[in-house]
T-cell receptor, first 116, second 117 residues
Framework: ETGVTQTPRHLVMGMTNKKSLKCEQH?????MYWYKQSAKKPLELMFV???????ENNSVPSRFSPECPNSSHLFLHLHTLQPEDSALYLC???????????????FGPGTRLTVL | AQSVTQLDSHVSVSEGTPVLLRCNYS??????LFWYVQHPNKGLQLLLK????ATLVKGINGFEAEFKKSETSFHLTKPSAHMSDAAEYFC?????WGAGNNRKLIWGLGTSLAVNP
């Protein structure tokens, strides 16, 4: 596997279910991100992990719970979601620090989530 | 605060004709700028980036972008469109955050490019 992988690619869940999204990066980066992509809206940054420490939480509801056990893996635990949470959830990684040049992020294919 | 504006939500061109996707930004710092592409049901792929080196940046698949500080623009161009270029394109400016040189990405709303045969 190369780059950033995400599983599952598609997920349908009821409002009372608990599920988890998984992301893995094979690029040796030290930062990982969760984004939410909804139609007609800018990409929304949800969480940032830098060296496994959460450094940003953009006022995300507590029904979304991130977990970063190491610098290569990132999870997003979901419980009691709402229909408006249906979206494409994207994981990304980057190398931060050092010269700071570029800092482009590399994205996984996303998980298409539908909440019924 | 930094921001990015993509001037067209939808662009339609004929195959073989030039592509122009417009992007303006505001930045208090010396910005880094990116263009990403997203094909249907795919993740985001980096097309090209500007990081204060040459103002004309060449990317993948024949795309280019020119950084014009006086116009605060970073328009994406391609001389000849191909059917496979049909996708959503995002202009992104990076913003310094936290300690050191960490950067947060500020995203435009995207431009949908259609290529007609």
């Amino acid at each position: 596997e190369t780059g950033v992988t995400q599983t599952p690619r598609h997920l349908v869940m009821g409002m009372t279910n608990k599920k988890s999204l998984k992301c893995e990066q094979h690029l040796g980066h030290n930062a990982m991100y969760w984004y939410k992509q909804s139609a007609k809206k800018p990409l929304e940054l949800m969480f940032v992990y830098n060296f496994k420490e959460q450094t940003e939480n953009n006022s995300v509801p507590s029904r979304f719970s991130p977990e970063c056990p190491n610098s290569s893996h990132l999870f997003l635990h979901l419980h009691t979601l709402q229909p408006e949470d249906s979206a494409l959830y994207l994981c990304a990684s980057s190398q931060v620090g050092g010269t700071g040049v570029g800092n482009e992020q590399f994205f996984g294919p996303g998980t298409r989530l539908t909440v019924l | 605060a930094q921001s990015v504006t993509q001037l067209d939500s939808h662009v339609s061109v004929s195959e073989g004709t030039p592509v122009l996707l417009r992007c303006n930004y505001s930045s208090s710092y010396s910005p880094s700028l990116f263009w990403y592409v997203q094909h249907p049901n795919k993740g985001l792929q980096l097309l090209l980036k500007y990081t204060s080196a040459a103002t004309l940046v060449k990317g993948i698949n024949g795309f280019e972008a020119e950084f014009k500080k006086s116009e605060t623009s970073f328009h994406l161009t391609k001389p000849s469109a191909h059917m496979s270029d049909a996708a959503e394109y995002f202009c992104v400016v990076s913003d310094l955050w936290g300690a050191g040189n960490n950067r947060k990405l500020i995203w435009g709303l995207g431009t949908s490019l259609a290529v007609n045969p």
